[in-house]
């Protein structure tokens, strides 16, 4: 039974450019949760969505960050016109249905070089 | 929204001896409080959690505990060994269909 999957693990942008992260979550698990950790910090929240539904994205940035969940395919964290403090590194989490009441599965993370 | 305070950001501790990491939360409302441990270069991994209705938790070298007056939980890691070495994060939640808000970590070195 694979784990959540990230890719790419390491991406590197130009200031500008767009950045997408793709998550595919533990065979059988409908939520999928999006961190951010930047150097020496902690797991910031971004968003949490079950397919086809964003359930809590109150820790997403208003503006360049959006974050989907299709009915087929990964999940997708999508990153616009990136800047250098976008630079960190991405979690995705995945859990089984009945949501985060009990363990998260992290993937390994997709590490952002904003140059 | 929560709150968690994690304490300390570091901690040293003798092959052998104990080591104790404590965190604070602020939503009454949370009941459910994992501790997850992340090794370089990989995603955090579970290795203890404890709900609301019970105090205290353990699991072979490792223990948790938890003060809701207070609104506080600990991890004990006992007779540390140097694969005990990475950061811990403490997180906190309501439980179903809520996020899970993490501690900022605290990056335990296990001395020879």
């Known amino acids: 039974n694979a784990g959540v999957m990230q890719n790419p693990r390491h991406l590197v942008r130009r200031r500008g450019q767009e950045a997408r992260l793709r998550c595919s979550p533990m065979?059988?698990?409908?939520?999928v949760y999006w961190y951010r950790q930047l150097p020496e910090e902690g797991l910031k929240f971004m968003v949490y969505?079950?397919?086809?539904?964003?359930?809590?994205e109150s820790g997403m940035p208003k503006e360049r960050f959006s974050a989907e969940f299709p009915k087929e395919g990964p999940s997708i964290l999508r990153i616009q016109q990136v800047v250098r403090g976008d630079s960190a590194a991405y979690f995705c989490?995945?859990?089984?249905?009945?949501?985060?009441?009990?363990?998260?599965?992290f993937g390994e993370g997709s590490r952002l070089t904003v140059l | 929204g929560e709150n968690v305070e994690q304490h300390p950001s570091t901690l040293s501790v003798q092959e052998g001896d104990s080591a104790v990491i404590k965190c604070t939360y602020s939503?009454?409302?949370?009941?459910?409080f994992p501790w997850y441990k992340q090794e370089l270069g990989k995603g955090p991994q579970l290795i203890i959690d404890?709900?609301?209705?019970?105090g205290e938790k353990k699991d072979q070298r490792i223990a948790v505990t938890l003060n809701k007056t207070a609104k506080h939980f600990s991890l004990h890691i006992t007779e540390t060994q140097p694969e005990d070495s990475a950061v811990y994060f403490c997180?906190?939640?309501?439980?179903?269909?809520?996020?899970?808000?993490f501690g900022k970590g605290t990056r335990l070195h296990i001395l020879p």
């Open positions: 989490a995945s859990s089984p249905p009945g949501g985060s009441g009990g363990e998260l599965f």
């Open positions: 065979k059988g698990h409908s939520h």
């Open positions: 969505l079950q397919k086809e539904n964003i359930i809590d």
């Open positions: 939503d009454s409302a949370s009941n459910y």
């Open positions: 404890i709900r609301s209705n019970v």
């Open positions: 997180a906190a939640s309501r439980g179903r269909d809520d996020k899970i808000i």
